[in-house]
Every structure is written in C-alpha cells, then in structure tokens.
C-alpha cells in the first residue's frame, strides 16, 4: 500500500503562485506516473497534470497550460506542482494521485493511489 501525502495549500491573491507537494511511501517512486487533479465545490474531479514515469513526460489540463509545471524528484519520492498566474476559478482541493500504468492519465479512476487533499483558495 502507498501512501500519498500532499502539503502546499493555501489562501493566495489572484495572480499569485503557489507550490504544491505530495510525498510517496514507496522506494520504486521513479517507477509511478504521478497525477494532480482537483475538485471545486458542486463540480466533478479534474485532470490537471500528469507526469508520467518514462522519460518524464508531462501532461496538462488546457486551463493550465503555461501556469502550471509539474516536475518530480525521484530522490526524494516527491512529486511537485508549481501554480502561477492562479485566477479564483483554480479554487478547489487539489489532490495527488499514483499508478504504475495508469489506462487513461486524465482519469483519477485509472490510478490506484490517492492522498487526502490540500485545500487552494485563490482570492479575487
């Protein structure tokens, strides 16, 4: 069983950044694609990026695109989510997911792990 861990949440103003972490209780980290997606209050959950374990290719969401950069440290069984540029409409806990081959990256039910949620408020 692994256990994701994610931390860098918070209030920010628009146009603000923020950096998002989730840890992995596991030694073969550089072996799972790691994912972001979030949920807003009322909405479905979303695919916001994805960074996959071959070559590390990433994957974003297109209302993030060119604000968000997700990059990994296998080092330290971290994956990171830098948010800039954040408008209100990014308000939503942000969760982390892992799986080793996930089917569809952009769907949260193709992974096998998850953490709890940190939550990211952006005041307009």
């Known amino acids: 069983q692994v256990q994701l861990v994610e931390s860098g949440g918070g209030l920010v103003q628009a146009g603000g950044s923020l950096r998002l972490s989730c840890v992995a209780s596991?030694?073969?980290?550089?072996?799972?694609?790691m994912g972001w997606f979030r949920q807003a209050p009322g909405k479905e959950r979303e695919f916001v990026a994805v960074?996959?374990?071959?070559?590390?290719?990433?994957y974003y969401a297109d209302s993030v695109k060119g604000r968000f950069t997700i990059s990994r440290d296998n080092a330290k069984n971290t994956v990171y989510l830098q948010m800039n540029s954040l408008k209100p409409e990014d308000t939503a806990v942000y969760y982390c997911?892992?799986?080793?081959?996930?089917?569809?990256?952009?769907?949260?039910?193709?992974?096998?792990?998850w953490g709890q949620g940190t939550q990211v408020t952006v005041s307009s």
């Open positions: 997911y892992g799986a080793r081959a996930p089917s569809d990256y952009r769907d949260h039910k193709s992974y096998d792990y």
């Open positions: 596991t030694r073969t980290f550089s072996e799972y694609a």
């Open positions: 960074i996959r374990w071959i070559a590390d290719r990433t």
